[in-house]
Each structure stands twice: as C-alpha cells, then as structure tokens.
C-alpha cells in the first residue's frame, strides 16, 4: 500500500451503532481519506488482511496507508484526525486517560449489539420509503448506501422492483 492510498476503515455494516457512525464519518471525509469496507459483503475476505472474521468482529480494525493494522482506539484516533477531529482524541492519546478509554471502548465493542437496542432507528409510523443502491465512483466496486424516508403521510401503496 501506498502512502497516498486511503485509510482502509472495516467496520460491521450490520451494527446499527456502525452504521451511525460510518453514515457521519462519511459526510466528514470530504476529501476521500477513508475507503469504508463493509466487513459484512459476501465478497470480503479477512485473510486479505491477515485477520479473522471473528477478530474483525470483537473490535473495529482500518489498514493505514502504510499497511499496519489498526485496532481499538488507535482507529478512532487515524479516522478522527483524517477528518479533522484530531483535537476529539486527545484523551485517547494521553498516557493516563488512555488505559480507562480502552477499558470503556472493550467493553462498548463487547455489549454493543445489546446497547444498539437502546437506541431504536427512526420509527417509521407512517411506513417508510427507502432506496438503496450502488454509488460507487469506480466501476466494479461496490459502495451501497441506503436512503430512507419518513412521510408526513402513512404511505398507503407498496411497490417492489428489482432492476437486474
């Protein structure tokens, strides 16, 4: 990998608390440092990376430009700082709040399928419009994002296509 290449961020595109950050983390990275791999797709190898599927799962992982792995809170503290949040992990950086934020984030990546449910997605009352679909910039890679909507108005019609 080259310096200049991106900061590969593997994330687990199924944890609603995952998807939450990634959606904010992309809207922050403006300039294109991160690629977002979805540890998730049916494509994704984690041999690739000389790492499990399993490890990838107990805490979140990126591959820095120069090739190392990156666990923990040192993730947080590349990604932040490459979209100019550098300041937000100061505590994560000094010797003595650093073996508490550690502790803490083991054990949010630990419980955070239980913790997820504490904070439901939108509701969607009057049913909900959502679309989805590939907005990769490069042909044949995948980048799907999903867009939902709430209408002021129950949504009384269903309709399902599938373009392929």
């Not at 977002?36 to 984690?46: G, V």
Request: with cysteine; glycine share 4%; net charge positive.
């Amino acid at each position: 990998m080259k310096p200049s290449e991106p900061l590969i961020l593997l994330y687990d595109g199924h944890c609603p608390i995952c998807q939450r950050e990634i959606a904010w983390l992309r809207q922050r990275d403006t300039k294109q440092q991160i690629r977002f791999q979805n540890i998730q797709d049916e494509n994704f190898d984690p041999a690739q990376y000389g790492v499990s599927k399993a490890a990838l799962m107990a805490v979140i992982h990126a591959i820095n430009s120069e090739g190392k792995l990156l666990k923990g809170l040192d993730v947080f503290i590349a990604v932040y700082t490459l979209v100019g949040l550098r300041w937000l992990t100061a505590p994560m950086r000094w010797r003595l709040t650093r073996p508490c934020l550690v502790v803490l984030y083991d054990w949010f990546a630990r419980h955070r399928s239980t913790l997820a449910a504490l904070f439901p997605a939108q509701s969607c009352h009057n049913h909900c419009a959502i679309f989805a679909g590939n907005i990769s910039r490069k042909e044949g890679e995948t980048d799907i994002k999903t867009y939902t909507i709430v209408p002021p108005d129950p949504i009384t019609v269903q309709c399902y296509r599938d373009w392929e």
